[in-house]
């Protein structure tokens, strides 16, 4: 039985994406510790200062070598590393790989401006220097195929090393939170987000039971029906009101919109 257990389990893993050996819990709550290494694509997003690094942004292994976050997280003076495998950022447990990245490897949407955040395309693609080592805590995530749209209400988490509530202090372990998708008819009414979301972001939460602890830059973590997860969001931006602000659902850029991009930028790449 254990054998058969283990040579599952290798399947599992050997195909590929999507599928945490560690399972994340669902507790419905307003953000909670995440079950370590529970969301196996999950990135730290580091940027160098004074000597040494800082997080920065949350950010998805979508490849061995390639990672997906937002575009406002990415500035081409910087230098970048990304942390995979990581779960306490206070404490070296073993399982993370600290990997720099090139000047020449950080892609931003041609389409992305920094000065209109609400006009999209917040979406940035990241080369490692070399190939993540995958395994049961770093794993690839699968993307939905393009143009693929949620239904209200569908279940996502949100994860990341974001603050606990607005302005409060930033946490050493990851941190998810439910967060059901708002559609667009209802993400678009005038006192929701209104013409500051368009079609190709997706919203999420907004309301009591969501909470906002996420990250730039990271995934809106997705079930489907065969108990696989897919990342259909890259954190974008919540309102400046706060949080956890009641018809303001976090806003994320929708990763269906863009596949086009993401297959081309890594081919040529
Ligand atoms: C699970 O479902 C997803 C989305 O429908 C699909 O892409 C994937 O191949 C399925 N995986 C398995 C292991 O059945």
């Known amino acids: 039985m254990l054998r058969l257990l283990s040579a599952l389990m290798l399947v599992a893993l050997a195909s590929g994406c999507g599928q945490p050996a560690f399972s994340p819990s669902s507790r419905v709550v307003n953000g909670e510790d995440a079950v370590p290494y529970s969301w196996p694509w999950q990135v730290s997003l580091q940027y160098e200062k004074g000597g040494s690094f800082h997080h920065t942004c949350g950010g998805t292994l979508i490849a061995p070598d390639w990672v997906m976050t937002a575009g406002h997280c990415i500035s081409s003076s910087l230098t970048y590393q990304v942390v995979l495998g990581e779960y306490d950022r206070g404490v070296e447990e073993g399982p993370e790989q600290v990997i720099p990245v090139n000047p020449d490897g950080l892609f931003v949407h041609p389409k992305w401006n920094a000065n209109c955040v609400s006009c999209g395309n917040d979406i940035a693609l990241v080369k490692l220097s070399r190939s993540a080592q995958l395994g049961d805590k770093v794993q690839l995530a699968c993307l939905p195929p393009a143009g693929d749209i949620l239904p209200n209400g569908d279940p996502c988490y949100i994860s990341g090393w974001g603050r606990l509530y607005t302005n ?70 919540v309102s400046g009101l706060g949080c956890n602000t009641l018809k303001k659902p976090t806003v994320f850029t929708r990763v269906s919109a863009f596949n086009d991009w993401i297959e081309e930028t890594i081919a040529n790449n």
Not at 177 to 193: F, I, T
Not at 201 to 210: E, F, I, L, N
Not at 221 to 233: A, L, R, S
Request: charged content about 15%.
């Open 168 to 237: 409060g202090p930033l946490p050493d372990k990851l941190q998810q939170a439910l967060l059901p998708v708002v559609d667009y008819e209802h993400c678009s009414k005038w006192d929701w987000w209104g013409f500051s979301v368009k079609r190709t972001m997706v919203c999420a939460g907004g309301d009591k039971q969501s909470g906002c602890n996420g990250d730039s830059g990271g995934p809106l973590n997705c079930p489907t029906e065969n108990g696989t997860w897919q990342v259909h969001g890259v954190t974008s931006f």
